[in-house]
Every structure is written in C-alpha cells, then in structure tokens.
C-alpha cells in the first residue's frame, strides 16, 4: 500500500518511529474510552452514593490501566520484532490492516459513538431543541457531570476524615485574636497617625485578626501560598518599636519604585512581590495593589482589601493544583496540599468573603474587574507608568488614558525610552508640569512625577525631578502626608534594605 498523506517525505526511520508512536497514543486513547463508559452506564441511575461511585471508578480505573499496559506492551513487542525491519509501505500495510490488534483504542471510540451518539444535528437533538428551548446535553456531558459530582463527594468525605484528624482553630483561639485586636488597635491607629500621617482601615486590622486566628495547619497552608505579613504589619507586633537611628519610619516596607500612595503590608515570595495599601488622598485607603519589584509589570488599580488579596492568591493556587490534579485519582501529596488550602480559606471566610462560594478559576472570573475597566480604563484616573493611575483633575503633560487594570505596553515602553534616553525632553515636561502646578492644575506634576519616580533607575537627575514634581504636586492637592511620604523616600532611596526598624 502507498504511505498515508502525512507520512510522505519522512525518512525509513521517521516513518517507523511515527508508526510506533501511533499505536502508542492509540493504547492511551483506549485507556480513555474504557474508563469513560465507567460514568455513562451510570447517568440513567439515581445518585445513592456518589462518593462510593468515585472509588468504584478507581478500581475501575486501575484495572483498565493494567490491562491497557499488558496490551501495548504486546503490540510494541510484536511491532519491534516484527514491523521495524520492513520497508516503510510494507510496515503501514501491516499496522493499519489489523485495527483490533493495533489500534483498538480506534475499535473502541468507534463502538462507543455508534452506541452514544453525540452529533448534536440529529432529529432528535433538534426535537429536544425545539421542546425545550435550548440544546439539552448529550450522554458524553452528564456522564463528565456525574464523573465530576462523584469527585468532589469522595473529596468531601475524605477531607471531613482529615479534618477530624486536624482540628481548626478553636473557639478560645479566635476570641484570644480578637481581644488582642480590640486591646492593641487604638496604640496602633496612633502610630500610624502620628507618624505616617493616615488612617488605617478596617479591613487591615481584620487581616491581622485572620493571622492571629490560625492554627498550625492553617499557617503551613499560609505559607504554601508565600504569602507573609511585612512591612507595616511590623509595627502591629509592637506599636512602639522605633526605627533604627537616622531612618524615617515611614520608608520602612518601603520599596525602591513603590509609589508614595503605596504602604507595604504583605510579601508575596518571589521576584519582590509585595502588597500594599493605596493611598490616593494620603489619608483614607482606597484599596490594595501590588508588584513585583524584581521584575516587569505594574501594581494595577487599586481596589479590594487585604483579605480579598489573599482569598484571590488562594484561588490562583487552587487553579493551580486543580490542573496539576488533572481528572484522575491524586497523590496522597496533593490531597495533603489541597486539603491545608481547604483549611486556609474556610478561616479566612470566616473574617471576609464568606458569601463568595466560587473557588479556582470560577472565583477569578466571577471577581474580575468590570468589561468597562478593563476595555476603557477607569475614567477617574489618568494612567501612568507605574500602573496604579493618578486620582486628580486637569490636563497631564504627556498624554494619556484612562488606567486600566494592565499596563498598556506599547505606551509604557515609548514612555519609559524618553524619560531614560531624551533628557532634553524630560527637562521641558518638568518645566511645564510646574508651570501648570504653580498656575492650579497638578495633574501634570502628579503623574509625571510618578512616571519618573518609576523609572529613576538609580539615576540622580530623575529621582530629583521625581521628588520636586510630587512634592509641588501633593501639596498644591493638599496632599501633604503624601509629600513628606516623598520626600522621606527620596533621601533614603539608596538603603540596601527595606526594614528599617530596630530588632
């Protein structure tokens, strides 16, 4: 026989490899086939024990692989002694003239779609169309819904039994956190009066009540995260702990590119990544933003709270090991790690987000920031180059947008090559930015200011321009916390570390 269309022009060896390969990826679509029909002789019957229907499945499904193992190794074994010696044409007339001996995955998918067919143009699906309104899900989708509904009964049960051997935190535990809260909160809002000039909000000190109520399990689940309090959270430990000698307290947490609206609460583990509250006011939060100081990106829009960060780093993990657990059982390892997780948010839904049921990929696409935002930008922002948008009226220097959650990279980057590479320019903007500040309007000085305060780069000339343009800015807005914020950072940009308070 001729070689198939997609094996022409393929060396002797290409040819039989190829081959090989197909009947090794038809042994793991029999696999697949095999333990499918496991979920559709179940979809007529009446869920009496899903959980118990799941285990059934992995007994199935062990069995299934042991045979399908016995049977490609078969088929490779008659393959290597009697196919790979013959010429191309000869070796695809043998493999493709027996599908029961080398393709039976193919055999069986074919019986499986004759016996449940899933066209959807068929009368009957039409028919069903027309009755009900709208297509009704063939026999191949309730069986991967009942497949799924047995999975999650069979990890209910399994995690009440490692619950049972794990408790949660217990009542006193939670009431010790919340007189801790109550007791300390007034001595920490007067520090951060005092000395920072802002108010804390609410949401901070819940965050704080969620660390002080967990447990062992619920820390190391924390800690799988890389999620750590930092920065400020510091100064919740002891109001009174005062900077080392010659440092501003207010630089402590206090990041090389952070914005001065940007206050330091949590680290994230990697690349410098670090959460803080936003200040666009330099009193009031307006929410919680967060980069990565060692590498690319912005620290987007502000909004939610402390929590809301840290349920939303939950659901990024648990995107995750829902993929790395695929549709199959699971390591003892990975129930352990999904099972602490569980743990970690069923506290934390106890201090905030305990009416968000969704979970994974579901929680971050119901949460996700609106289509307007997110097409748009939010019109009450002018954009600038460290992606948190400036909160002021008037007419920028440069032009720009609205700020939407992403940076806009072809904008960024030309940016980011003038204000390094044409000085000339830059110095022109500066003085018109003042110009216009001193004449009323600071939205010029604000955001540019914040765009060289970015992209200083350890380079003197642009951190000076950065710190003369937000100062003039904030105080022309009455921001004067945030001024002396700036001007604090500014003379103490060039610490090798960002803690500065004394151990």
């Keep these: 026989m001729a070689l198939p269309e997609w094996l022409n022009g393929k060396s002797d060896e290409e040819v039989i490899a190829a081959l090989r390969a197909e009947v090794v990826d038809d042994h793991t679509r029999l696999a697949r086939i095999e333990k499918l029909t496991f979920f559709h002789e179940l979809v007529d019957e009446p869920e009496e024990d899903l959980a118990g229907e799941w285990d059934a499945y992995c007994r199935h499904a062990s069995r299934v692989d042991e045979r399908v193992r016995r049977l490609r190794s078969a088929a490779l ?19 493709y003239g027996d599908d029961d001996f080398w393709f039976p995955g193919f055999v069986a998918e074919r019986r ?11 009368p009957e699906k039409r028919l069903l169309q027309v009755i009900f309104g709208e297509m009704r899900a063939d026999r191949s989708e309730l069986a991967g819904e009942r497949r ?19 408790r949660p ?3 006193a535990a939670r009431r010790a956190a919340e007189s801790r809260v109550a007791r300390d909160r007034a001595a920490i809002e007067r520090r951060f009066a005092d000395d920072w000039g802002i108010e804390l909000p609410d949401s901070i000190f819940r965050y704080w009540l969620f660390l002080l109520s967990l447990g062992p399990v619920e820390r190391d689940a924390l800690h799988d995260t890389e999620l750590e309090p930092f920065g400020i959270m510091d100064v919740f430990e002891d109001p009174a702990r ?8 207010r630089v402590h947490g206090r990041y090389y590119r952070d914005p001065p609206e940007f206050l330091t609460f949590m680290h994230g583990g990697t690349d410098g990544l670090h959460f803080g509250l936003w200040y666009d006011d330099g009193r009031t939060c307006t929410g919680v933003a967060s980069y990565y100081n060692n590498d690319g990106g912005g620290v987007g829009l502000p909004s939610g709270t402390p929590l809301e960060a840290v349920r939303a780093r939950i659901e990024w993990r648990q995107a995750h090991l829902d993929d790395e657990a695929g549709e199959e059982l699971i390591s003892a390892d990975l129930a352990e790690e999904r099972f602490r997780l569980r743990a970690l948010r069923e506290v ?31 019109p009450r922002r002018f954009e600038t180059l460290d992606g948190g948008g400036a909160l002021v009226d008037g007419e920028p220097v440069v032009p720009r947008d609205g700020q939407r959650p992403y940076d806009r990279y072809d904008w960024c980057t030309n940016l980011h090559k003038q204000l390094t590479g044409e000085p000339g320019t830059v110095a022109a903007w500066v003085t018109e930015a003042l110009r216009r500040c001193a004449a009323g309007d600071p939205a010029g000085a604000l955001t540019l200011g914040r765009d060289l305060h970015w992209a200083s780069g350890g380079d003197a000339e642009r951190e000076r321009q950065a710190h003369e343009l937000l100062v003039a800015a904030y105080r022309a807005l009455g921001r004067h916390t945030l001024a002396e914020i700036a001007h604090a950072h500014h003379q103490h940009r060039d610490l090798p570390r960002v803690d500065v308070l004394r151990t």
Excluded: I, K
């Design 169 to 171: 935190p217990d009542a």
């Design 242 to 249: 005062p900077p080392r000698e010659g440092l501003d307290v």
């Design 77 to 95: 074994e008659r393959f290597d002694r009697e196919v790979v010696a013959l010429p191309p044409a000869s070796a695809a007339a043998v493999v």
């Design 112 to 122: 499986h779609n004759e016996r449940h067919p899933t066209d959807e143009s068929t």
């Design 348 to 378: 934390l839904m106890t201090v905030e987000t305990g009416d968000r049921a969704e979970q994974g990929t579901a929680y971050h696409e119901r949460y996700r920031h609106e289509a307007g935002v997110l097409e748009d930008g939010d």
């Design 148 to 166: 799924r509904a047995a999975r999650r009964a069979a990890e209910d049960r399994d995690y009440a039994v490692w619950r049972s051997a794990h």
